[in-house]
Structures are given as C-alpha cells and as structure tokens.
C-alpha cells in the first residue's frame, strides 16, 4: 500500500517570493511521482511528474521538483511565485500493478501581492 | 495533447432522478477511466476504475446500483448517479490513462458539479 502526505495544508506567500510545497510518500515498490494544480471549479492539471532518470524535473509555470528517495520525499518548488499561482496543489504517487493514484490531501497556496 | 473533456459541468436535479456524466478522451484512446469524488477542500477520492470493454471495478464502499459506470469504447466513459439524492451532491471528477502514455500518468476532466435538490 502507499500513502502520501502533504506536510502543510495551507502555504501563505507574497508575490515574487520562493516557496517549497513539501510531499512525503511510503510505498513498498518502485514509485511515480506527480505533482498536480486545481484552481477552483476545475479538474487536475498536471504540472510535472517523475516517472524515471533524473531526480530534478521541471514542469510547466516554473515549477520544479526533485525526488529524493532516501527521504522519500518529493517537494515542489518555484523562485519566483505569482499571484496566478495561487491554487490548490496535490501530490500524488503510483506504483505496483493496479495503475491507480493516491493523492495526498492538498495544500493550498495563497499568493498576496 | 491528452485532453480529457467533462460534461455538463454542472447540473442541478431533483431527488430521485438520475443523472448522466460523459467523460470523454478527445485526443488519446483511453483504455482506463477513473472516477473521483471531491467534497469541498478535500482530497480526491476514487470511486471506481473501469477498463474498455470490461466491468468497473469498484472501490470499498462505493454502491455499485447507485453510480454506474460505462466504458464502452476507447474515449467515452459514462457515469450515471441512479435515484440522486442531496448527499450525492459533490464534484465529480474523471480522468484517463491510455495508449502512448506512462501506464501512471493520468489526465483529468475539469470535473462536473451535481446538485441535487
């Protein structure tokens, strides 16, 4: 089984500012990694995903993330945040045989100007 | 590309009607579509899993003869909620997984909101 966890539900920032939205993941096999955005009203979008190779990959909007699995972990980054990213994020993870998700309970980033 | 369209977004019904959500994969085959329920500032949590051509497969807790799901082809899946009544109101969200795509990778809809009065 997998789980995931959020460690922040909500993350307050101002414009311009760098923020970190942090995930921890279990699982007992090989892991894949999302990182996923709704703004309000909408489904998923998909900002970036690590399915194998290099730990650092780069989505859309800026954002970042690196996987890092002896502490299994996979935060998501961005320099430079704006007031259009404010949204609710999720990470989730996959593995095994049965092609499902488990999503971690979100975090909610607020941008101020 | 992989595009997955929703519709309606939204719709309101009265109690005891049902209800008929499309889940459409408009630029990949879809061999997997998943439904999700969202409640407001929660989590997404899948409700069943269904394969083209085969039964979905649902997840504990979720009443078969209430939502059924229908995978008929490669791009269309539907969701009927039978005898809507107002604890069915949610978002209802699905997304797909298909051919030429990582087996994980998984695009969603922009989601349908039900109320049910």
């Known amino acids: 089984a997998q789980s995931v966890t959020q460690l922040d539900s909500q993350v307050p920032v101002f414009e311009e500012a760098p923020v970190e939205l942090r995930c921890n993941y279990s699982s007992s096999v090989s892991v894949y990694l999302f990182w996923y955005v709704q703004y309000p009203n909408q489904g998923l979008q998909l900002l970036l995903k690590y399915l194998s190779g290099s730990t650092l990959v780069k989505g859309i909007n800026g954002f970042e993330a690196e996987f890092n699995k002896s502490q299994t972990s996979f935060h998501l980054r961005k320099p430079s945040v704006h007031i259009s990213d404010t949204a609710e994020y999720f990470c989730?993870?996959?593995?095994?045989?049965?092609?499902?998700?488990?999503f971690g309970k979100g975090t909610l980033l607020t941008v101020n100007p | 590309g992989a595009v997955v369209s929703q519709h309606p977004s939204w719709v309101i019904c009265k109690s005891g009607t049902s209800v008929k959500i499309e889940c459409r994969s408009l630029d990949f085959q879809a061999t997997t579509m998943f439904w999700y329920r969202q409640f407001p500032k929660q989590s997404l949590m899948l409700m069943a899993t269904?394969?083209?051509?085969?039964?979905?497969?649902?997840e504990q807790g979720v009443e078969k003869d209430k939502f059924l799901i229908n995978h008929a082809s490669l791009t269309l899946s539907t969701l009927t909620v039978t005898s809507a009544h107002p604890e069915d109101s949610s978002f209802y969200i699905c997304?797909?997984?298909?051919?030429?795509?990582?087996?994980?990778?998984?695009?969603f809809g922009p989601g349908t909101r039900l109320t049910v009065t």
């Open positions: 997304s797909a997984r298909g051919l030429g795509l990582h087996p994980y990778e998984q695009y």
């Open positions: 269904s394969n083209e051509g085969s039964k979905a497969t649902y």
């Open positions: 989730a993870v996959g593995g095994g045989s049965n092609y499902k998700l488990t």
